[in-house]
């Protein structure tokens, strides 16, 4: 049975709670243990269900901050990928349609607020843009 871990939460107690996850978190974290760094702990707890399936992020409400858990982009699709033997072309495709992924997410992640904000947002450009230049030269060697 799949086990859907995505949503939104306040804390890491918020999240172990909904999920059920108590015994994992002990497990992981200690008997006893405390929140303390919720993004982390709650990626170490995704990991743990489920290794890379989730991203853990964090975004600002009008109130607070909302700890967002979502499932990676083409997650099952990946799982296929893997589980199935494949030629190499075939693979590198998969690769740079996972790349793809990855770039849409930290494009959806990226909201500058400051003109610190928009130094770093041109840096991650930047090595996005060489990373679109890498799956250009790849597919274009596939083409041959």
């Known amino acids: 049975m799949k086990v859907n871990l995505e949503g939104r939460y306040t804390s890491t107690y918020g999240f172990v709670g909904r999920n059920g996850l108590e015994r994992q978190a002990e497990k992981l974290f200690g008997k006893n243990w405390e929140a ?20 853990v992020n964090c975004i600002e409400t009008r109130d607070d901050d909302d700890i967002v858990v979502r499932e990676v982009d083409n997650w099952d699709e990946l799982i296929k990928v893997v589980s199935k033997p494949q ?30 904000d928009f130094e770093i947002l041109d840096d991650i450009h930047n090595i996005l843009s060489a990373i679109d230049d890498v799956q250009y030269k790849i597919e274009t060697l596939l083409e041959d």
Do not use: G
Request: aromatic letters at 4%; one cysteine or more; charged letters at 30%.
């Open 36 to 55: 303390e760094d919720d993004l982390e702990q709650i990626q170490i707890l995704c990991n743990c269900i489920s290794n890379e399936q989730y991203v």
């Open 87 to 116: 030629n190499k072309k075939q693979s590198i495709k998969a690769s740079i349609e996972l790349l793809d992924d990855a770039y849409r997410i930290i494009m959806d992640l990226i909201k500058p607020n400051s003109d610190e």
